[in-house]
């Protein structure tokens, strides 16, 4: 499925390739390694978030400007109304310049909340927000997790309640990242709570300047922040603004998480980070990319087979992190394997973080719990701490084994009692009061 | 494994998988293992009509293949022979025509080419030595000239099908550099001791040279210049070699998916236990990236791409390691019967386990990488 | 709870021991390493197991006849009446000398047989079996396992019907090590169709020579057998011999469950095969003890930092089995762990053997596969086609951590659909036909 | 960790527990992570009070242990300050009491133990260097006598509480021996650089000797023989950081069972689900283990035995790999709020992932136990 008409005449991907190289590099800069404000940020405290936002919606702007936006969005609402190929086209021309950051910071606005919204939004919804996302107005967060409910995202405790013409939301969520520079959220809340978990839910579009919405950055282990946690005190959102259906909240949530495996595995079709392969540890990688031959070499390592076994085992698992990608791209674009196979990518990206990790922990040896200097996160062992972020957040590997056991290999699901309860009758955790409220 | 194929492709792989079927059956199997050469000449040479030994060999010389790009389609007869454990020679007679095809003479060309593609003749790489070091480093076989002729001596090992080749194709040691020599089995002062071996039909000997004397006219390539040929030979055997593992473990891991869906253990599939659904979620995540570096590396290796030599020792590392481990699950999903004889898991892992080690470990191809990243 | 009654006047252990050690010495000659007949059958084809048999029953009348058999037994069955205590410093002494392979000969039927019929046999079998046990005449087995059910004991699908004064078994065991040169069996067969699984089941005694009653034994991947299937044609026993209560056969076979791990965990007060740690790499290990260090040596591997810390591992895992059964003994004995914890152990010991394994492979290299001789099961990568069996055989690795998680842990059983179900409602798996049967 | 205490060890234990909830909760050891110290000269005194540096001291250097057994007394206050993180230089102090204790002149144990037993005092062991090897010869510091003196010239890093020891004993290279000196803060020609530190409590320092010279009363034993010392102070280090490590992984697998129990997913506890099971199954035999090799090695250490070399390092490696797999294990059992700076997961997993890479990694006792075995 892409975003074009059969009978519209479509440029050549060739002949575009060649006019975004010519444009790329008449307007932006080159650079070696292109900034990851997103990634970077889980790891380095102090970042300037807001400058860092500014500077991504104005290189969106940019290549709305060029005509290089939303290149598979429609044209009624500021896209190009291309295919695919011409969106890979692009990015991997895109590859070697400074867009400002606009690629990872407009990954989940573009490739998540923009691919939904033009699936199940309103008419209205979508003339009023599409066009201002392509061309770099505004930044879109998700607010699916709760503090409470983990991996079960269908579990979802805060409550959404009708007020005439409105809802009123209230409860919380966390996981959130980018929701303290960017503009608006796809909110899940439950609208009904007689039915089974999935039938009660409601997505919403929240601004994010809401009154009665607070948003904390959640500090990480290593010190840094980079996700959010939300308050929902009474936030009042018109009835308008639902995406989907009153109680079908679910349909669009899942939805939201296939663009978003797709987005991850490389193979959305409205997004593109990078098909270059430089994401290929993994797109959820955290923390520094450490070299780690050199790594060996400065700890006198070089001559220890031990130590060069772990060097390659590393490259090993990074090369054929990308050869997966490619061939699951490949398996799920001819039907081989279902989407859901998207799962088999994440879960191999995180044990192989796992994995690498523990080399690098191996290799710094001592230098990795005791460093020189001034800075509190510059050893290597404060990125060990953070080892597992990559294989909980954006899903579990323990979810992503489920999702492969049960809907790639067709093995029996796991007994929820949960599925067909009321869902005020289901057992859930409850909600750890916040200091000072009440 | 490859996941697209060309229509001569597909028509290619049924013919082999339905010839196999028919003419390879796992009983057929365990009934060589009591067979001393491990495969019927006849079985090999019909094979041989289908392309298995054709591939890598130009149309000019005789040869060629489907697809037009012949590791790929080698690499597709290797993985169904994978999923059969199906005997034969598959390995070494296409290295060795690989070689002759690329840097042979034509009169070698002309005199040995056509037999191993018919399959009438076959010929293997007699690489490896007692020291089992696969790489260039491990050759001490020597091979010294006298008035025009060679006179070699030392032993290769690991030898595969050293007892029934009609030629062995030695990697030898002349000065600093390495020569290699295409000798015809009684040849005077070469003689094979046989080994036994893991697998239910593979056979290896030692090919034990004292001081044999071959004529000038056995050398192929240029004398001191085989280094490259020796690197190609050693992608060409690890390709192939990694397509019949991944094969093989593909198989397996298909027939125990089927099994615990099927088998209940206190009123249930025992697949409906969530410690083993995440079991098979980990192998079938393997298991695909076992397929995609095969694959990858294949690639590489047909279009003689520069990263070649460290995509293949890539997918050997990471195949090396895993497969053996994903074979060995399946055996314990298996229960009891898994450790049977009468079962025929035990079939695939010695195959499984048997390539593992063999053409280089996964450690030694760890190293290997290591090597190519600096350190 | 041992067999001596407080009453009675109880040799002191020390000058048990040395009176022991005294007739050890005059009656046995030392050995360095002692037969192990069972491990050893599991590996070598063609070792003359009735030849085996027969030299243990030897050694254990020899016991008999000096006063050292049946230490813990009661008198009155031909025992010493003793303690733990005694048992083990016997042991202790013995473990220089060649007893003829009966301490793992007689480990079943002393250390889980015997015990079982102690406790829940009948004054008659118990007159007439345990004196003919204790003075080396009788071997006996256990029939549990069946080809349909795996690890499901509770599954039985043996059938005996009564009739008349006798019970007419039918149906198939599977995996009874010694069953080809031992004489009697404890057989689990169900006796009502009609109530849940656990409710519906009997043991008893079948003489392994009983008409009707074929032993095959079966081959395993490494060639080699040491383990039995049986098929049981309408064999009949007389009701008499029924251990326990008829449809109470599940109780006896949780005490047959529970001698066996105490056994394998080196805490049986009835029969101690080894108390010296020379079992420590797992009771259940099988394959050919590799002397690691020398195959390092040989294959010119001494200097390479990636062996050396492979040997070292295994010989890690080694050392750390010992220190955990001597830990989970003195745990289970005061109680600070329940008797399910001999799990752990089990579980360790088939981990680090699975681990054991892989190193013996790394180090072997292709010496390993391909290997000169006409041994075609010299080569170590014959032992690595059994490499499952200690994690399979004995309850496999799965139900240990099913047990340990639930029994130890205290977390929440499985649901299992079977367990109120009458047992004809149950799905089980079918039994295979026998090639020329029916 | 150890199942069978002497009524005095219980009571022993107790107080100590009871102490360290009192005064080292972890909301304090979160404070501390700001504190250069990180841990108050006070608490360190009053834990003094309770025996924490008298254990290894006999009773007549004024000393003495609860049971008797002083390293197995101060193998339980280890554990305990493992469950809490708590802050302190248990093991500098000890080591080098100890040191003193067997080694020093009577001059030096009456100048040092009284101040080091009543928790006055604080000394460290400065030992390992920046080619952070952990073993006799990775010491490179040289001492070399002048008129009596020694001059000392060379740098000692990763040394605990570098910055706030009232004395430093420094393992110093004379020739192809080792010499032991005990140098006093302040000592001209002597500079501490702190270092950062993954814990949050626990500082470091570089001590660098800059052609320090001390009397010839600084040698602690006698000069040149300090071998058995150092495996002696080895031996001692290990055995209260693989107590304080299984103290510390003990705890964090007791709340994570906990929350297992009680977090809800899809309307069970996540501890029903099987694959999270065999999860906590494992991981209590990992615990039980290290738990098992920590109190053997311990008891070895503690009679002298033959074999404690090895089997300190046994249990440093198998510890030193499970303990941090399994504090890893448990932050992803707690999912996203496990890799918050709020939970208290990572105060542990810093202590555990610090104690692994700190006197010797697993690979490093690996390689010792390889030696020891002959190869």
Known sequence: MTATTDTEAVEDVESFRARARAWLGETFARVDAPDDPIGDRLRVEGRDVHADAERARMGQRMLREGGFAGITYPKEYGGRGLRAAHLHAFTHEARAYDLGGSGPMFAMTLGMMGPTLLELGSDDLKARYLPRMIQGDDLWVQFLSEPTGGSDLAG?????????????????KVWTSAADYSDFGFCLARTDWDVPKHRGLTMFVVPLRAPGLEVIPLRLVTGATGFCQEFFDNVVVPAADVIGEVNDGWTVASRLLVHERNAIAGGSEFHDMDTGGTRADGPERVGRRVDLAELARARGLADDSHSRQLVAEADVLATVNRQLSSRLQTATALGVLPPAAGSLLKLFGSTAHVRTSDITMELSGSSGVVWPGDDRSAGLGVDFLFRQATSILSGTS???????????????????PDRDLPFREVRHNTMPKRAGSE | MELELQDDQ?????????FLEAESPLTRVRDLYEDPVGFDRDYWRRGAELGWATMLVPEELGGGSVSGAGL????????EMGRTVAPGPLLPVNVVADTLARSGRPDQQEAELAGLVSGERIATWAFAEPSSRWDAGGVALGASERDGAWVLSGTKSYVQDAAVADEWLVTARTGDSLTQFLVAAGTPGVTVAPLQSLDMTRRFGDVVFDGATVDGSAVVGRVGDAAADVERQLQVALTVQNAETVGAVNRVYEFTLEYAQDRMAFGRPIGSYQALKH??????????????????????VQAGADDAPKLVST???????RAPAIVQDCVQLHGGIGVTWEHDLHLYLRRVAQNAALY????????????????
């Not at chain 1, 992503?400 to 929820?416: F, H, K, T, Y």
């Not at chain 2, 997918?315 to 390691?321: L, P, R, S, T, W």
Request: aromatic share 6%; glycine share 6%; with cysteine.
């Open chain 1, 156 to 172: 979802a405790v805060t409550r959404a309640t009708r007020d005439g013409e409105s809802y009123v939301i209230s409860g919380s």
């Open chain 1, 398 to 416: 323990e979810i992503q084994r489920n999702i492969i056991s049960e809907r790639v290999l067709g093995l029996p699901r796991e007994p929820a």
């Open chain 2, 10 to 18: 597909e028509l290619f792989v049924e013919t082999t998988r339905r």
């Open chain 2, 72 to 79: 790929l389609d080698l690499e597709l007869v290797a993985e």
């Open chain 2, 279 to 300: 079991r098979f979620a980990d192998m079938k995540m393997w298991l695909e990236a076992c397929n995609a570096t095969a694959t990858a590396s294949a690639r590489a």
């Open chain 2, 315 to 321: 997918a050997k590392a990471y195949i090396g390691d």
């Open chain 2, 360 to 375: 280089g470990s996964a450690r030694d191809h760890r190293l290997r990488v290591a090597t190519l990243l600096g350190v």
